[in-house]
């Protein structure tokens, strides 16, 4: 199943480059608010995962992001984000992936993240490591937060929640190295599990954003929480981190709430 899902997602890359390439401005939509966007690319690719899934294991269920929950219940379920970072993906900046989780009874089983512009593929196997592009990766081991790169994204400010995510930036920023916000919430996470940021977060995030990158993370051995440090996560935010600027990095969310 691993190499199926592996054949899987490298298949779904490649669709969503050719996608780029022939992008066109009648292809791109809103979806539930004015800056909420899908393109034809993003239901194509979910489309094509689903039937894929569905020919090889005809058993098995389904939560994506375009279509829906299908038979999610069932042992295996495929978690799947055709394209996060559509935004980036129209504006042809690089930082766009595929996402696909397989929870077995409720539970990551493994996770595989794939950006094609940049041909870097993660993969995590629950209690089997995490791997870029074959080669295992590890979290940093860097213990402070003044020597840390961090990653977040924004979709508090489309949700409209209080407070966002601009209430918490500032003093994180004076007390960091500084943070990106590369617009797929799956390589941030994925970017915590390689070392490159010492965490990522985020205040609000659907399931299909982070299946397979929270595994990828603990994988490479980091740790995930919601914002307070319990298991609500992607419900109430989530922080992933390499695990040493955990409790740090969850006092800036404490003190606002
Ligand atoms: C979005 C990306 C982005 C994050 C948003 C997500 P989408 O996913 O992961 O980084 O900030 O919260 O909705 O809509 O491009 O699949
Ligand atoms: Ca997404
Ligand atoms: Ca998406």
Redesign the pocket.
């Known amino acids: 199943m691993i190499d199926f899902l592996k054949e899987t997602a490298l298949m779904a890359g490649a669709l969503v480059k050719a996608g780029r390439e022939r992008l066109s401005a009648d292809a791109i939509h809103a979806k539930g608010t004015p800056t ?3 393109t034809d690319i ?1 239901r194509e690719v979910e489309k094509f995962i689903v039937t894929r899934v569905r020919e090889r294991y005809p058993d098995h269920g389904f939560i994506g ?1 375009e279509y829906g929950a299908s038979a999610a219940e069932r042992e295996y379920c495929w978690i799947i ?1 055709p ?7 129209i504006h042809d900046f690089p930082f ?1 992936a595929v996402s696909i989780a397989i929870y077995r009874n409720g539970k990551p089983f493994a996770g595989a993240v794939f950006a094609p512009a940049m041909n870097e593929f993660f993969l995590a196997e629950s209690g089997k490591g995490a791997f870029l592009n074959g080669r295992a990766i590890h979290v940093s081991g860097c213990a402070k937060l003044g020597e840390s790169l961090l990653g977040t ?3 508090c400010v ?1 949700a409209g929640i209080k407070p966002d995510n601009f209430d918490y930036l500032p003093a994180i920023a004076y007390a960091t190295q500084g943070f990106r ?6 390589l ?1 996470l994925c970017y915590v599990a390689a070392g490159r940021f010492e965490a990522y977060w ?1 205040l ?3 399931i ?2 982070i299946a397979a990158g929270a595994l990828i993370v603990q994988e490479a051995g980091g740790q995930v929480t919601d914002l307070r440090g319990g298991g609500a996560y992607p419900a109430k935010g989530i922080l992933a981190s390499n695990g040493l600027i955990h409790e740090p990095m969850l006092d800036f969310f404490r003190e606002k709430k």
């Open positions: 909420d966007m899908v993003d992001e984000d394209i996060d970072g559509t935004t980036s993906f766009y994204g924004f979709v489309r916000r590369c617009g797929a919430a799956s941030g985020e609000l995030l659907n299909y954003d």
